[in-house]
């Protein structure tokens, strides 16, 4: 008798702490390599025209302010994509642990399905000027369209990341 049959409630036990541990890595990592994605862009993309603005209009002091400010959009960044990360890396572990779907495009898959959801909840739900809750106000379909293409292509990146960190628990293999 295997030991898996012999004690089923430790195999329940360790998929489950292994998908835990795969939305762990996918809501921790996720959401800081995004930040750092559109940290990067927009430091390395408006370098040039803030140069020219500081130069032109000789405004020296707004470097400490450019700086804070990418600072905070990266923080804003982080609180954005947490929920998103979470439900991608909830896809991504179900799908590894349970249907041994572990390759990497899984991962972008699930990324792209948790970006397209919360664009989707976006258009139907607004929430309150007080709410800590980040969604994007989308009107209409093809608006809704286009934003989760884009958030899927930028997702690609952290959802590689976060395969390959995640690959010694999606990769075990238990006795059946």
Do not use: D
């Amino acid at each position: 008798m295997s030991a898996a049959r012999a004690n089923p409630v430790a195999v329940l036990f360790r998929r489950l702490s292994r998908v835990a541990g795969i939305v762990v890595i996918f809501a921790v990592v996720g959401p800081l390599t995004v930040a750092t994605l559109v940290s990067v862009m927009v430091a390395t993309l408006g370098a040039a025209v803030l140069q020219m603005f500081l130069a032109l209009l000789e405004l020296e002091a707004l470097r400490t302010l450019v700086s804070v400010a990418i600072v905070l959009l990266a923080i804003a960044t982080v609180l954005a994509s947490f929920l998103p990360a979470v439900a991608a890396g909830l896809i991504f572990a179900l799908a590894a642990v349970y249907a041994e779907l572990n390759m990497i495009w899984m991962a972008w898959l699930a990324a792209a399905v948790a970006a397209a959801g919360f664009v989707g909840f976006g258009m139907f739900v607004v929430p309150a000027e007080t709410s800590a809750v980040i969604l994007p106000s989308v009107r209409s379909a093809p608006e809704a369209l286009k934003l989760s293409a884009l958030l899927a292509i930028v997702a690609v990146m952290p959802a590689s990341l976060c395969w390959w960190l995640a690959k010694p628990l999606h990769r075990v293999i238990l006795p059946a």
